[in-house]
């Protein structure tokens, strides 16, 4: 089961409702509204994290929405995904300003980051169904290609249904949900680090340890590869923090 499958955001009828993995970081609303929210979010998670709107900026709905000519009900959205990722704080009164995470509070995102990863691509490993696995291994070598085009924005589209792909095979909703809930706070960190040079092919080898186990029902392996993964995913966004 893909967490980017029809089925996956729906119960299907006479399924338990248990066994249905919801898609916390797409807010239940309109689809065309969640879109444009996840864009702006985007948008402006990459400008506080290159340093373009600095700590302290105000954040003003109206301002942003005439900026990208949209309502404010997606501009509101994406301010409040935000702050749940730690890039945003609201302050009553002020409304929201950039805010930016302590060194030790993005290392424990981090460090809750790899382990719950690291879960799920353990239990993926033992209960992935053959044909989701066989879906794992296409969207791994998507990103293969991808690596070698040097397009950071498309790779990181597909790199979130790689992970989207392994949370799934975890079969465990709770767990899946649980860590979608994490990536979203750590999302923009993990989103800047694909700008470092060569990160690409790296990410893509770390990755291909992680499908290697969970093809051979490696539970541990897939585990420790998976969690090696995110803790060279914050060594690179601290890399990429100095340089910006």
Known sequence: MSLDDPAARAPQPGAESGTTVRRVD???????????????????????????????????????????????????????????????????HRGAVVAQPSLDRLTEMFEAMAELEALCAGLAAERMPPADRQKLEAIHEELRVLSHAGNPERFHEVNERFHNAIYAGSQNGYIAEMTLATRVRVQPFRRAQFRNLGRLAKSHAEHDRVVVAIMRGDKAGAAAAMRAHIELVRGEYEIYAVSV
């Open 26 to 92: 797409r807010p239940s609303i309109s689809r065309d509204k969640v879109t444009r929210a996840e864009e702006l979010r985007l948008q402006l998670a990459d400008e506080i994290v290159r340093g373009v709107l600095p700590p302290g900026s105000a954040l003003d709905e109206t301002d942003i929405a005439r900026r990208f000519s949209v309502s404010r009900t997606p501009v509101r959205e994406a301010l409040r995904q935000l702050v749940a990722s730690g890039l945003v704080e609201a302050r009553a």
